[in-house]
């Protein structure tokens, strides 16, 4: 099957990973500059790809990719009429359906800014909020948020990695951001499918990236203006509650700190499976229930 090969291609490349070779390559990417990570992994790492949802870490790791592109290029090929602008790493942003319109409208912003074409993933089968909720209902994330997070964020970042050919992928997350985050490594193998993940800005934390975001003119959402730090979906997003802790605004009252993307794969999709035949059984008890109560009614 597709997954499996898409498997086999993530996994060949983190054979060559071994617990010993990812602490000593750890410990010297620890003392690199974010540029210095972005730019050895986009040398050593095959299938490199960079998912997004348009964090101001995210957006920091966009732009110094575009940043060491250009200047990688511009003096090699100034006179042969390359583009230097065409952005070298696959950017993803997997469209929900639940998106605040700032967060769509940034990312119009930044193809126009960047000059890149965006890949656009949205829940399978799904190109607008009302096709979703006609398959899975309405407010699926209070019913059931594992099959939410699976539906709309998990199933079809697998698939874009799927399509894509991803070994490597360039995610935003820092340790400042706590929870399951705080003792982050900025390479590590995810357990099971072999997907190596790179996490640059790691040890930054949200006052260098503000920085960074204000020094180089680095578009951003224009909910950050409004309080907020860390943007998701409408109906899981307030403002910051805690000043020390920008992530206090996402599924309040959930004891959750993330969405699916970065927890165990296999773990979720079992869960998912599992949620799915439960309705299912309960779907066909009614049913049956129904028929004979009609039987019942026809004997009368």
Not at 239 to 251: F, H
């Amino acid at each position: 099957m597709p997954e499996a090969t898409n498997n086999h291609q993530a996994s060949s490349l983190s054979a060559t990973f071994t617990p010993a070779h990812l602490k000593f390559l750890n410990a010297k990417l620890e003392k690199l500059s974010p540029e210095k990570i972005i730019e050895w992994a986009m040398v050593s790492l095959p299938g490199l790809i960079q998912t997004t949802a348009f964090g101001l870490t995210g957006l920091v790791i966009l732009d110094m990719i575009n940043r060491i592109h250009i200047d990688q290029h511009q003096k090699r090929f100034k006179k042969s009429g390359y583009d230097s602008r065409r952005h070298p790493v696959p950017l993803i942003f997997i469209d929900t359906l639940y998106h605040f319109n700032e967060t769509l409208d940034l990312a119009q912003r930044v193809q126009d800014h960047y000059n890149i074409p965006l890949k656009i993933y949205k829940p399978q089968d799904c190109e607008t909020t009302e096709d979703f909720e006609r398959l899975h209902g309405q407010r699926l994330w209070e019913t059931d948020d594992v099959s939410y997070d699976y539906l709309v964020k998990v199933e079809p970042g697998r698939r874009a990695y799927q399509e894509l050919g991803a070994q490597a992928v360039i995610s935003g997350r820092r340790r400042s951001q706590k929870g399951d985050r705080a003792h982050l490594n900025i390479l590590e193998v995810e357990p099971g499918t072999g997907l190596i993940k790179l996490n640059p800005l790691a040890t930054w934390s949200f006052q260098q990236v503000q920085t960074y975001v204000r020094a180089y003119q680095v578009p951003y959402n224009a909910l950050l203006d409004q309080g907020y730090r860390s943007v998701g979906d409408w109906h899981s997003t307030k403002p910051a509650t805690n000043p020390d802790d920008e992530r206090s605004g996402r599924w309040e009252g959930k004891s959750k700190s993330e969405c699916g993307l970065h927890v165990d794969y296999f773990k979720m999709r079992a869960e998912f499976q599992a949620t799915q035949k439960k309705k299912q059984a309960l779907l066909a008890a009614q049913q049956a229930a129904v028929e004979q109560k009609q039987q019942a009614v026809e004997v009368a």
